[in-house]
């Protein structure tokens, strides 16, 4: 079968052991280096798509996806729900209040966000009712001036189901100074946990409870929280539900408020691909070395195949073949392991602890207690992308070198 020389004599010199063994342990150790640069740049970046999607679905799964209100409180929320459920990527709608101030406990502060919701309502939109540690969401009614706090809140406060503390909310007023607190004792009725800073800066209340402290009339709300089926649409959604609502309605979302955090994770997955992808050029271009010691080795036949008739062009061609068949290799041994260690690393922890005793994540310090992972196609293409084409690239001054060796040079001392 026809074959290009310069391809099957590349292959061939792959395969043939080496007289000078010190090039074929160079050679084994460049392929190595390769697959394990490639297999940690997969599992690394495999565990921060499965931390940035906890992330995601926890905190974003609390805070509203978007937000429509107008200039004035909303008299007929369900009208405006139903509006905004017209447009397909809206999945659910419910009441929503928010504002701010500060808990106080015995001497003790802090500042706290207030979301007024509707507890039958809520958990179409958020997640906060399957991450209740005590209490019931339910048990938010309207009057009664219940209050659901944070897991970390709680403990700050030593406070339990049952306990009273006080909200301090500012309030514009015409005395000097212009701001008057007001205080209104709060009842807790539920603890929640997330696992994420919302637990140590949010609670809720029923939405009618926070009408009355921002002094709105019975019935009406401040705006209309809405669960999109993307949230990463929310901005365009929201500008559209806006606009056909009307001259006097307003759109916010969730990048105004969490934008930077998932920015600036996005920005530590870039930053760490490209770390480890100086390991991955490291083992590729100890392909470099690899090749000159072999083209040193291989001079007498580099001679006599141009002595033969074979071209500078041919020449190069066949350690260029040799170099990028180490290279895929490496990158396709990387790859498959990478797979599946991405695909078995949380039962791999939990292995360990197992099997040591000792806990890696702990829930008490971390927001999960197991190690996340998300393999995703695209990364992996990327990642065996740069692979070959650095593997590529460290072969082309070792071939360069081997198409200017004159054969008269070569066999001088043969």
């Known amino acids: 079968m026809f074959r290009p020389l310069s391809l099957f004599i590349g292959l061939r010199y792959t395969r043939a052991k080496r007289r000078n063994h010190f090039i074929s342990f160079i050679s084994m150790t460049s392929m190595i280096g390769l697959a394990l640069g490639v297999l940690a740049m997969i599992v690394v970046l495999s565990v921060m798509n499965g931390f940035q999607q906890e992330m995601s679905s926890r905190i974003l799964g609390m805070v509203p996806h978007a937000t429509v209100s107008a200039g004035q409180p909303l008299q007929d929320w369900r009208a405006v729900a139903a509006k905004a459920l017209g447009n397909p990527a809206v999945v659910a709608a419910a009441p929503f209040s928010e504002l701010e101030g500060m808990l106080s406990y015995k001497g003790t502060m802090q500042p706290v966000q207030i979301n007024g919701v509707d507890p039958a309502e809520e958990p179409k939109v958020s997640i906060i009712a399957r991450h209740m540690v005590q209490g019931r969401l339910e048990d938010l009614r309207a009057g009664e001036f219940g209050v659901v706090i944070g897991e970390i809140t709680a403990r700050r406060f030593r406070l339990n189901v049952g306990d009273k503390l006080a909200l301090i909310i500012p309030e514009l007023s015409g005395v000097p100074g212009g701001i008057t607190p007001r205080m209104q004792r709060l009842n807790v009725v539920g603890v929640f946990k997330v696992g994420a800073e919302l637990d140590g800066s949010l609670a809720l209340i029923h939405v009618a409870d926070a009408g009355q402290l921002q002094r709105l009339q019975p019935g009406q709300v401040q705006s209309v929280r809405l669960a999109l089926q993307d949230l990463y649409q929310a901005p365009e959604v929201a500008a559209t539900i806006a606009a056909v609502l009307g001259a006097d309605y307003r759109a916010n979302d969730w990048t105004h408020t969490q934008g930077s955090l998932f920015s600036a994770m996005k920005m530590e997955k870039t930053m760490i691909g490209l770390l480890l992808l100086l390991i991955v050029a490291v083992a590729a271009f100890n392909i470099i070395a690899t090749l000159i010691m072999v083209v040193a080795d291989k001079g007498a036949d580099i001679a006599i195949l141009r002595t033969l008739g074979a071209t500078p062009r041919q020449i190069m061609g066949v350690f260029m073949v040799q170099g990028t068949v180490i290279g895929a290799v490496g990158t396709l041994v990387g790859a498959v392991l990478g797979v599946v260690a991405a695909l078995n690393v949380s039962a791999l922890v939990a292995w360990v602890e197992k099997a040591s005793g000792q806990q890696v994540l702990s829930s008490d310090v971390y927001f999960i207690n197991n190690l996340p992972s ?21 072969t082309l001054y070792p071939s360069w070198r081997a198409a200017k060796i004159q054969p008269a040079d070569a066999l001088r001392y043969e």
Do not use: G, K, N, R
């Open 374 to 394: 998300d393999l995703q196609a695209l990364d992996v293409l990327l990642i065996c992308s740069a692979a070959f084409i650095l593997s590529f690239l460290a």
